[in-house]
């Protein structure tokens, strides 16, 4: 029903940035409440930022807050996440999600997500 493709991905150094992007189609983006999580190797999938179907919520856990910034571009299906001050720490597979439930806690878990894009590459380099 929804199909969702992230780039942007790459290889920073530490305190560097990267602006990733998730392009969705095959449904009514504006409908969706939308989501990043990421994942490192051994370990579970983790959330990073939530946004509201008109953008004007978002929420933040503290390992992120304050250096992520999640947006939409409804008009034209996109979601974003700015990251700056990346770490190493960072350095997992981002993976963009969907869900058509109201803009309601909880957020943190991944199956509260109907939709789910491949997952794009970020490597925080010290």
């Known amino acids: 029903q929804v199909q969702l493709v992230e780039s942007g991905g790459g290889l920073v150094q530490a305190g560097g940035s990267l602006r990733l992007s998730c392009a969705a189609s095959?449904?009514?983006?504006?409908?969706?409440?939308m989501a990043w999580f990421r994942q490192a190797p051994g370990k579970e999938r983790e959330f990073v930022a939530v946004?509201?179907?008109?953008?004007?919520?978002?929420y933040y856990p503290d390992s992120v807050k304050g250096r992520f910034t999640i947006s939409r571009d409804n008009a034209v299906g996109t979601l974003y996440l700015q990251m700056n001050s990346l770490k190493p720490v960072d350095t997992a597979v981002y993976y963009c999600a969907a869900r058509t439930r109201s803009y309601e806690p909880p957020f943190s878990y991944p199956y509260e997500y109907n939709y789910w894009g491949q997952g794009t590459q970020v490597t925080v380099s010290s």
């Open positions: 946004i509201s179907w008109n953008g004007g919520s978002t």
């Open positions: 095959g449904g009514t983006f504006s409908n969706h409440v």
